[in-house]
C-alpha cells in the first residue's frame, strides 16, 4: 500500500496541475527589433499570459540565442531546445513539400492573400509537421534584385545565380535559363556583396529588414512565384502534458488573428521596401506585358509536370487548386 501511494505521489508530481505557472521558450533568429517580433511573437506572449492569467507565459529568445541556423529551427524545436520557434519551411522544402506548394506561380498576389491560400490547404500542412501549428503566414511574391547588370527580359537571366528562398523555386529560376540556389536570408545581403550571387528572388519586405538596397542597384518587380510559408510551431510533448483547459489558452492566444497579422505585417514591409529602395537610388524595372507573358510561356510547361507530382496522398496540382480556392 505504501509502494502504491508514493507512485501515486509521483505520478501526481509529474502531471500538470491547474495553478502551475510555466513558462515556455520562443526562438527565432533575427534580432529583437525586426518587425515580426512586433507582429506576431510578442502578441503571441502577451496574449497567453491574458488569457491564462499569467500561468502560461513565454519568453523570448531572439538573434539566434537559441539557435543561430535559420534552416535547424524545426529541429531545435524537435530536440527541446526550445518550446515554440519561428519557422521558415522552404529552407528544408524537400520535408514539406505541401507547404512549399505556396510559392508556385499564380496562386496568390499579396500577402494576405497567401495567408489565406495557406490557411485553406491548412490541415493538409499540418500533417507534414511533428507538432502544434500556433501560426501559418505568407509573404509576397518575390521581386528580382541585382547588383551588376538590369533584369529587363528573359534573355538577361541567362546565366545568372540567382538565390532563391524555397528549394521548390530553383526549378522556377532554371526554366528561366539561370541557376537557382537556396540561401538563409541572413546572408544574401553579404552574398550579393561578394558576387557569390547575381541576384536574390525574395519578398520585397526583406528590402527593409535586410537593408537589401545597399548592395542592389536595380529591382526587377516581377519574377515567377508566389509567396513563401512562415510558420510558428510548437513541441507536441510539451504541448500534450498541459491540461485540457492549457491547451484550450494556447490555441486561443494562437488563433488565425495571429497568422492575420503576421500577412498583414508583410504587406506593409512589402510597399515599404519597394519605398525605401527607390529612396536610395535603385532603379525599379516593371516588365512590359510582352515580356512577363514570354516569362510565364517559359515557365508553363514546368508548372504542369509539377502539377503532376504526387505529395501528401494527393497531387501538388490538388494543393495548388485548394490554395487557390477553386
Not at 499570459?49 to 499569467?54: K, L, M, R, T, V
Not at 491560400?117 to 505568407?138: C, F, H, K, P, T
Request: with cysteine; glycine share 10%.
Amino acid at each position: 500500500m505504501k509502494y502504491i501511494s508514493l507512485l501515486a505521489g509521483a505520478a501526481l508530481s509529474l502531471a500538470p496541475m491547474a495553478g502551475q505557472a510555466q513558462e515556455f521558450s520562443l526562438a527565432y533568429w533575427m534580432g529583437p527589433n525586426h518587425p515580426m517580433n512586433a507582429a506576431v511573437f510578442t502578441p503571441f506572449a502577451e496574449n497567453l499570459a491574458e488569457i491564462s492569467g499569467g500561468e502560461l507565459t513565454v519568453e523570448l529568445f531572439p538573434g539566434g540565442a537559441l539557435n543561430g541556423s535559420p534552416p535547424a529551427q524545426y529541429g531545435i524545436m524537435l530536440d527541446g531546445v526550445a518550446d515554440i520557434v519561428f519557422a521558415i519551411p522552404g529552407y528544408t522544402g524537400d520535408v514539406f513539400p505541401v507547404t512549399g506548394v505556396i510559392t508556385y506561380p499564380g496562386i496568390c498576389e499579396t500577402a494576405t492573400e497567401c495567408t489565406d491560400s495557406l490557411w485553406r490547404a491548412r490541415d493538409m500542412i499540418e500533417q507534414e509537421y511533428n507538432a502544434v501549428l500556433l501560426g501559418l503566414w505568407g509573404n509576397n511574391p518575390p521581386v528580382l534584385i541585382t547588383r551588376d547588370a538590369p533584369v529587363r527580359t528573359l534573355e538577361d537571366l541567362e546565366g545568372l545565380i540567382v538565390r532563391v528562398t524555397s528549394t521548390q523555386d530553383v526549378a522556377f529560376a532554371e526554366a528561366l535559363g539561370a541557376s537557382g540556389v537556396t540561401q538563409p536570408v541572413n546572408v544574401i545581403n553579404q552574398n550579393l556583396t561578394n558576387g557569390v550571387v547575381d541576384a536574390i528572388a525574395i519578398g520585397p519586405s526583406a528590402i527593409g529588414s535586410f537593408n537589401l538596397q545597399e548592395p542592389g542597384n536595380y529591382i526587377t518587380t516581377y519574377f515567377p512565384g508566389s509567396g513563401s510559408a512562415f510558420v510558428l510551431l510548437m513541441n507536441r510533448d510539451v504541448y500534450d502534458d498541459l491540461t485540457e483547459e492549457q491547451q484550450g489558452w494556447i490555441d486561443a492566444a494562437a488563433d488565425r488573428s495571429l497568422s492575420d497579422a503576421g500577412g498583414a505585417f508583410y504587406d506593409r514591409a512589402a510597399a515599404r521596401g519597394l519605398e525605401i529602395a527607390r529612396e536610395a537610388g535603385v532603379e525599379i524595372i516593371d516588365l512590359t506585358p510582352e515580356e512577363r507573358a514570354r516569362w510565364d510561356a517559359a515557365m508553363a510547361p514546368l508548372i504542369e509536370e509539377l502539377r503532376a507530382v504526387e505529395m501528401g496522398g494527393t497531387t501538388a496540382g490538388a494543393v495548388m487548386d485548394i490554395m487557390s480556392g477553386e
